[in-house]
């Protein structure tokens, strides 16, 4: 493993030459479109940093409702309960179900919490010039990138506990607000990291080194 | 910027800088995508077909299929949420399977095809929003949820959806972006 200090090597962005997002062929940065896909090329994503930061405050902003809200009603001879994301966790330790409540405690409450400071802490260190641990700081993007997807465990639960407790007068589940805005906060943090180009973490390596 | 070259069957290429797997060179991948798609393909219609989880309380029953499940969410008024669940579990996994058989058919053969370059756009574009095996997990915590208060019958698709994630996650592994791309543009030159 070649050590963070050595010099920076000779990028395809010094050659004048753009990688293309879809299909990495490498085409010269002047061209509009790729040669081979005809996706439209660009050397770094356009306004990456700013898009990530919005997406990020939307899905923060959609994390209260999704917290707050009810994520699915239980309606019992007639009697209904709301229960949140928290309440339901609360539940499952009170039954003495541990497992699953870590299982929902980590995809819907650790997972975003880390997501949205991930993104949040990311995008504001590619600003200055001066960058620290790139290579730590290009895991974090691609363990942010690669957990995304899990937070859509309750949203699934609450699917499959809707379709299957529907007992007539007897007992029925029916979904809250908070799993449509828990499932939007998902696809937002993950447009997010998309959004995100890990590249401009090196490129603030290549700024120190002038 | 690093050249790549010619690898060989096995050979991986990392970046120098920040170590990731860049590309994974297997003159198999293409067959092996393939093989697996199309059982994947087999068992998605299977697991879309049958019952997948059964439910006895109090002498009344509540039989759950995929589709149905997302018909009933729909039928009540929770069209997006239906959305939500059943196109990335369901929807979107036809979709790539699909649209990687219509790829990889003329690849293997070295055809040239008008549709290579979209179908492999489509294909990268689709997958990360796949989430089979998040599903997985989600049922699984459906069950231990439910099975405190009623009898839970676990019906043929569930088994049949667990093949198809195992065979559509090896399908979608055995795929290199660097690799289709280059054989895409050396049938395209």
């Not at chain 1, 959609?62 to 809200?69: G, Q, R, T």
């Not at chain 1, 730590?136 to 465990?153: D, F, H």
């Not at chain 1, 499959?160 to 939007?184: E, M, R, S, Y």
Request: hydrophobic share 50%; charged share 15%; with cysteine.
């Amino acid at each position: 493993m070649s050590g963070v200090n050595s010099p920076a090597p000779e990028t395809a962005a010094s050659r004048g030459l753009a990688c293309c997002h879809v299909c990495l062929k490498l085409s010269p940065s002047t061209a509009h479109s790729c040669g081979l896909c005809g996706a439209s090329l660009h050397t770094r994503l356009p306004d990456s940093r700013q898009r990530t930061i919005a997406l990020t405050i939307t899905a923060a902003l959609l994390y209260i409702p999704a917290n707050v809200l009810p994520i699915m009603s239980t309606v019992q001879l007639g009697n209904a309960t709301d229960s949140t994301i928290i309440g339901g966790i609360l539940l499952l330790i009170h039954h003495g179900s541990y497992p699953v409540a870590a299982v929902i405690f980590v995809a819907s409450v650790i997972i975003p919490i880390a997501k949205l400071f991930a993104l949040t802490w990311l995008s504001w260190s590619i600003s200055g010039t001066h960058g620290v641990a790139h290579r730590q700081r290009t895991r974090l993007y691609r363990a942010t990138e690669l957990i995304g997807k899990w937070s859509m465990t309750d949203v699934f639960v609450v699917a499959v506990l809707v379709a299957l407790i529907q007992l007539g007068g007897l007992l029925i589940i029916t979904p809250g607000p908070a799993a449509l805005a828990f499932g939007a906060m998902v696809i937002v943090t993950m447009l997010a990291a998309e959004s995100f180009d890990p590249r401009l973490i090196w490129d603030q390596e290549e700024r120190q080194h002038g | 910027m690093i050249e790549i070259g010619e690898l060989k069957s096995g050979q991986r290429a990392r970046c120098p800088r920040c170590n990731r797997l860049l590309t994974s060179h297997n003159d198999e991948a293409t067959s092996r995508a393939l093989a697996f798609a199309f059982a994947a393909a087999l068992l998605l219609v299977m697991a879309n077909s049958f019952p997948f989880l059964e439910l006895q309380a109090s002498g009344l029953e509540k039989t759950m299929t995929i589709p149905r499940a997302g018909a009933e969410l729909y039928r009540d008024g929770h069209a997006v949420l239906a959305g939500m669940v059943l196109v990335p579990i369901a929807v979107l996994p036809a979709v790539i399977l699909a649209t990687m058989i219509t790829l990889l058919v003329p690849l293997r053969r070295r055809a040239r095809s008008s549709w290579l370059v979209p179908t492999g756009r489509l294909l990268f574009a689709l997958n990360p929003w796949c989430m089979v095996e998040v599903f997985i997990i989600g049922v699984l915590v459906s069950l231990v949820k439910i099975g405190a208060m009623a009898t839970i019958v676990i019906g043929i698709s569930f088994w049949a959806y667990i093949g198809f994630v195992l065979c559509f996650i090896a399908a979608v592994g055995s795929l290199d972006r660097f690799q289709i791309w280059r054989e895409i543009e050396a049938c395209q030159a």
